[in-house]
């Protein structure tokens, strides 16, 4: 699993020209899954991102997570995130990244398990076009692999 996170001000998805998920001071989440990823890898990936020091305290440091500013999320699915820019010609290679079908599951259980921790969560719509709009808040962008 591959996430690229980025602190924002605020983001919004629309799907067909409606917003389907917006949320203010938070962490935007691209997600990508790959073969092998499980609840217990999106588990430990949860928690790690819950409990990173991504946002600043009085003294502009980063020292709060986002459940100490009490942040929102928004999660969208990313399948390019695991593609391989490596091998030969010139196109992106996703033998990593999960089956559609399966890739699916591990997005709206990831999304259910953030909702079950009470974190106010959005989402984008797996496997449909997205236009995602935000407002990176320093820049701060941080990728998490596991």
């Not at 999960?98 to 259910?112: Q, R, S, T, V």
Request: aromatic share 6%.
């Amino acid at each position: 699993m591959i996430t690229l996170i980025q602190r924002v001000k605020n983001a919004s998805v629309s799907v067909d020209n409606k917003i389907i998920g917006e949320i203010s001071h938070g962490l935007l989440l691209y997600v990508g899954f790959e073969d092998g990823d499980n609840l217990e890898k999106i588990t430990w990936c949860i928690n790690r991102i819950l409990n990173l020091r991504t946002f600043q305290d009085t003294e502009e440091k980063m020292n709060l997570s986002l459940l100490d500013v009490k942040g929102s999320l928004m999660v969208i699915s990313n399948f390019t995130l695991p593609a391989d820019l490596n091998e030969s010609g010139r196109r992106p290679s996703f033998t990593k990244s999960a089956k559609p079908e399966m890739a699916e599951g591990l997005y709206n259980l990831f999304i259910d398990e953030c909702k079950k921790l009470s974190i106010n969560t959005a989402s984008g719509k797996f496997g449909a076009m997205m236009d995602v709009l935000s407002t990176n808040d320093g820049p701060i962008n941080f990728i998490l692999k596991r």
